[in-house]
Each structure stands twice: as structure tokens, then as C-alpha cells.
């Protein structure tokens, strides 16, 4: 296997504490040909202060602003791209990597050209004998809803990558490996989302040009949710703007892709809506509300 140049882009809002963390993993990796890019996504803490003083050996972007996970991850991909970076991993800042992690996911791309993107074996750091996903997840255009293939199951569980790869409909942004012709041919991440389903999107817009991989023994340990408090296996204590993001883009993706589903998730809004209400949760009934009075999913941003 040649080792082609790798450029690690990891956006960095708030939550610096967790980006020196995975720059510590990354920094036993033992794949020789990586730079590690952090784009500091317009934090309002000491974020910019204290990762230009203890990754002076790595490259610190600032957007000035919060540009959503889209659009940090953007700014990384175009300083990538002009550096002549081969692949880009693009990596959650709240994770913790196991030092052959890169050189697994090179080594499946490599035996298969047509993967354009390819995804890790995603564990929860706080449970890790818990699974968080198998690469990726699936898509159900009904309801417009997403699930990780293997989620909750057991964290080393053996799987055969091609029986994996059938199921995938996206990988996850927590990892994933991306080659340069994938970005030459199909173009850097939608921003109209801000925060989730950009991944869904990207292979959507790829239009069958490109297949998914996945690699088993690339192992990447994930907090889930860090900077935004939303936690997959504690759904009910998700953010009210990591709620707000999950909704609003299912009907978004929806519009853009498969409007004749729209009545169907509108449906699966009221069921959210209901469920909010079984919680308690009062706060963001007129949040949904609002959503399913919009012009399916066209809200520009977060608002309190």
C-alpha cells in the first residue's frame, strides 16, 4: 500500500479540552503521511487561545463565526484540497482514535476504487463495550428518519464489511475518509444544513458515481454529541438545538430529495410532537410546531 497524503480536518466549537484529546490519539497514529487541520468554528471561549499554544506543530483555522458542522468541515476540505491533500479524513473532535485507525480505512479504500467515502467501527468512549455505528446508517425516505447500522450492539462483534456496505446509505461524519476525486466530482458539503443529514446529502448528490466503505478494524472511540449535549442512547436529554436540527432537517432533506414523502413525515413530525408532550418537554412544542407551519423545513438558523 503507498501512502498517499492525508489531511485530518476536525472542527473545533467550544469544546477544546475534547479537540487536544483526539490531537493525542491522532498523534500516535502510525500512518507516516498525516496533517491534522483544526477549524475552530467561531468559539466563544478560550478555544482559539489554547489550541494555538498546544498544536503549534498542526494547522488552526478560524472561520471568525459559527459556520455549522458544514460549513467548518468546508473551510478544512478547501485548505486541503489546496495543499494537495490525496484523502481527507474528516474526524469529530469529541473522539479518541486507536493508532491504526487511518491505516485501516486507506486500506479499504485502496482495494476497492469506487468507495469514495469510507467509515470506522464508531464506539461510545463512555460504554466501550457498546457500539455506536457500523460506518454508517440507513435511511427511511416514509418517515425521513436515519438509524446507524449496528448500534447498540456489541462493540467487537464480527461482520463482514461487504454485508455492511449493502446496508449503508451514508457514513458517518464522526469518520470518515474521503478521497479527493469524491470531492472533485461531487463538491464539498451542503451548509444549507448546518447540523446533520449534510452526510446523507453528500451521497444523495453523488448520485450513484461513488460506493460506501467500510473498515471493521478502524476503531474510533466517540463521546457522542459533545459540544451540543445530545447523546444517542439518552435521547430524551438531547439539547433543544440538537432537537431542533434533527427535525428541521429531516423535512429539509425531504424537500430537496423526496418531496412526494413529505405527507408521511409530516406524520412522523406529529409523532415527535406527541412524544415531546408524553416528555414533558414544553418547551419545544411550539419549536415543532413552527417547523411543521414552515415551508417544509426552510428555516435558515437556530432561534432560541
Known sequence: MNRPEIHIILVNWNGWRDTLECIASLEELDYPNARIVVVDNGSTNDSVRQLRSRCRDHTLLESGRNLGFAGGTNLGIRHAMEEGADYLWILNNDTVVESQALDRLLERMQGEPRIGICGSRLIYLDQPEVLQALGGGTYNRWLGITRYVGEGGPARMEVEPADIERQLDYISGASMLVSRRFIEEVGPMNEEYFLYYEELDWMERAGGRFELGFAPHSVVYHKEGAS????????????????????????????????????????????????????????????????????????ERWRP
Open 228 to 299: 451540543i449535549k445530545a447523546n444517542t442512547l439518552q435521547r430524551n436529554r438531547k439539547s433543544k438545538r440538537a432537537d431542533y436540527y434533527q427535525l428541521r432537517n429531516r423535512l429539509l432533506f425531504t424537500r430537496n430529495y423526496h418531496p412526494l414523502m413529505l405527507p408521511t413525515v409530516y406524520l412522523g413530525l406529529l409523532g415527535a410532537l406527541l412524544n415531546r408532550i408524553f416528555r414533558k418537554q414544553w418547551d419545544r412544542v411550539p419549536m415543532i410546531l413552527g417547523l411543521m407551519a414552515a415551508a417544509g423545513g426552510k428555516e
